[in-house]
Antibody, heavy 114, light 107 residues
C-alpha cells in the first residue's frame, strides 16, 4: 500500500526550531516529488513547496521561501519540513503529499505558543 | 504566481441536488487542474485530476470539465457524504496554488 506517514503533533515556543517528517512506503521514493501544504486553523490550503528526492531539487512558494526548509533522507524514504525560528503564525496543520496529489499524509499539527 | 479563484465560496444544497462549483485561473493552465474534497479534521482527498479524469475509487456522480482558464466540478446528485469543502488546484507551474475553497452545506 502506498502511504505517507507523518510525525506526531508538536508544541513549541516562539523562536524554537522544529523539524517534522513524512515517511513514504509502498512506492519508489526517489521517483516522485513530495510536497508540503499548510492549513491554518479554519482556513484554506496553501502550497508551500516541493522536493524531488532523486536529486533534492526543491521549489518553494515565494510566500514560504526563506521561512522553511524542505529536505529528504533517501536512505529512509523520508521528507522533512523544518523551521529555524518558529512564530505564533506558524501554528497550523501541515500535510505532505506526493506530487500527483493522489497520496497524502494525515497531517502534523504544529502549535507555537508562549 | 497563478491565482485560482473559486465560486461560490459557500453553497447550500439538498440531497439529490445537482451542484456546480467553478474555478478560474489567472492565466492558462491547459488541463493541469485538480479538485479535492476535504472533510473536517481530514486530509484533502483527490477527486479529479487533469481537469476531467476521475480519480480511482471516486463515485461517478463527480465530474469535471474545462481547459485553459475556466473549470467546473459537478456533483450530479448530492449524497449526504458529499457535504464538505472543495478546493481546486493548478499543477501547471510552481507554486501549485489552490483556490480559496467552496464549503458545501446542507440546506
Amino acid at each position: 500500500e502506498v502511504q505517507l506517514v507523518q510525525s506526531g503533533a508538536e508544541v513549541r515556543k516562539p523562536g524554537e526550531s522544529l523539524k517534522i517528517s513524512c515517511k513514504a512506503s509502498g512506492y519508489s521514493f526517489t521517483n516522485y516529488w513530495i510536497g508540503w501544504v499548510r492549513q491554518m486553523p479554519g482556513k484554506g490550503l496553501e502550497w508551500m513547496g516541493i522536493i524531488y528526492p532523486g536529486d533534492s531539487d526543491t521549489r518553494y512558494s515565494p510566500s514560504f521561501q526563506g521561512q522553511v526548509t524542505i529536505s529528504v533522507d533517501k536512505s529512509i524514504s523520508t521528507a522533512y519540513l523544518q523551521w529555524s525560528s518558529l512564530k505564533a503564525s506558524d501554528t497550523a496543520m501541515y500535510y505532505c503529499a506526493r506530487r500527483e496529489y493522489d497520496v497524502w499524509g494525515k497531517g502534523t499539527t504544529v502549535t507555537v505558543s508562549s | 504566481d497563478i491565482q485560482m479563484t473559486q465560486s461560490p465560496s459557500s453553497l447550500s444544497a439538498s440531497v439529490g441536488d445537482r451542484v456546480t462549483i467553478t474555478c478560474r485561473a489567472s492565466q492558462s493552465i491547459s488541463s493541469f487542474l485538480n479538485w479535492y474534497q476535504q472533510k473536517p479534521g481530514k486530509a484533502p482527498k483527490l477527486l479529479m485530476y487533469a481537469a476531467s479524469s476521475l480519480q480511482s475509487g471516486v463515485p461517478s456522480r463527480f465530474s469535471g470539465s474545462g481547459s485553459g482558464t475556466d473549470f467546473t466540478l459537478t456533483i450530479s446528485s448530492l449524497q449526504p457524504e458529499d457535504f464538505a469543502t472543495y478546493y481546486c488546484q493548478q499543477s501547471y507551474s510552481t507554486p501549485h496554488t489552490f483556490g480559496q475553497g467552496t464549503k458545501l452545506e446542507i440546506k
